[in-house]
């Protein structure tokens, strides 16, 4: 692996000021001095910890053959683990675990990076990388959405949800989960609120075009069936949650929903990113229902305040792992063209473009590697395919900081901060990491059921229900 590293001032910044945090603790944590015991895990074994000065974010990426695990600050790999099948990523939310949607349902990637708090401030620890045996079953593993602590699984070959805590992903499904069956199978998804209520996608595998509000009793509060296509998700500040369809959006927010329709009679939005430090929401948007392979030149803003949609050009097509969003809610669009895209949510102006790689085209067939994005703490990750490189990109000053060779053709990102969860992580250290990659954003990707596809799947799935790619 060739390496280019440019440090950055915060990261610098984190070295010199955790040391004294730390000193100011007596002792370790139970889990760096504690002895293996009967009751001790086989993850918990295999994870021996060694506590660090300051936060270790690291990087999961998948390839043909297995996944890679990488130091997010040098981009150097610290594991590579053989993993046969296309296999698909989801952040699981508590910083440290990564939810892979393989063969038999979510298999629990321990990234070997956490946080323990300790008082006015917290330890970090790591370990290597360990794929456990933990695995929420599932016959086809599909969206997995992190919200403030709460981790949702939907299944789309049963119609069956999981919500737990996210930092009890590690131990399986929890004593305590809230489960639940819908009436039909799909290709859908869930999430929960800090209130306890749950958003549910309705349909079937032919059609899906319902959206349901159940309070924390199970009770529905809300429902509509007006919008067809039902696909993806992405929460903004305040709690609004923005749901995808074929023409338009529908927004939960105040207790109610409400349809927002395209400004055309197809324009289909199934891939959003949200930020809760904006109101407003990112998704892409397609205006040909035929299209075998539609390549998009225009995003959609969404304002879930006023409920309004707002269309922005850009200077090239983008794919469905395109969209993401910074830490002040920047809206952020890897280009065709090789640039990253900078667009002021509030005005849709085209703030910067930040030349990262060649021109590029992705494949018709929706499962080949194309360029992906993620972001933690100001910095964008984007892979290229392409070189077999992955980038690190200073999001405020266009720097590529960080440039590392792999050895592997990257596929999918997943970041695991290694940081505190959020509510002990304010005020923590100065960059005040977030929580997992921006867990409120994700790109959204579809597949079809009926299309031959084997069943791996993810919180992005963009390949529609007539087989065509649809990122």
Known sequence: MTVTTRPRARYLALLGVLPLALAACSGGSESGNSEPTEETTAEETAAAPTEEASVSPRIVITYDGGLQVLDATTLE???????????????????????????????????????????????????DPVLTDVVFAAEMPGHAVAHEGRIALFDDGTGHIVVQDSDTVGEGVADDARELTLPEAHHGVAVELMDGSLLVTDGNEDERSGVRVLDADGEEIAATDDCPGVHGEATAAD?????????????????????????????RIGNQAGSEASPIVLGDYKVDPDAEL?????????????????????????????????????????????SLHVIDPESGELVRSIEIMDEWEESVVWQDPRPAIRVLDGTAYVTDPATNEIHAVDIETGEVWNTASLEVTPNEIAIASGDLPHEHAEGEHEEGHADEEDEHAHEEDEHAHEDGESGEGHEGHDHDEHGHEDE
């Open 77 to 127: 790999r610290i594991s590579d683990i053989p993993l046969d099948g296309f296999n698909r990523l989801n952040a699981a939310g508590d910083g440290r675990h990564v939810l892979v949607s393989t063969t038999g349902g979510f298999q629990v990637l321990d990234a070997g990076t956490w946080a323990e708090p300790h008082g006015d401030h917290g330890h970090y620890y790591t370990a």
């Open 294 to 338: 539609e390549r998009p030149t225009r995003v959609s803003l969404i304002d879930t305040r006023t409920g309004e949609l707002e269309l922005v050009d850009l200077p090239s097509s983008y794919t469905f792992r395109s969209i993401a969003r910074g830490d002040d809610g920047e809206a952020l669009v890897l280009g065709t063209d090789g």
């Open 239 to 267: 709690e609004a949650v923005v749901i995808g369809c074929e023409d338009g959006v529908v927004i939960y927010a105040d207790g109610e929903l409400t349809k927002v329709d395209s400004p055309d009679e197809y324009g």
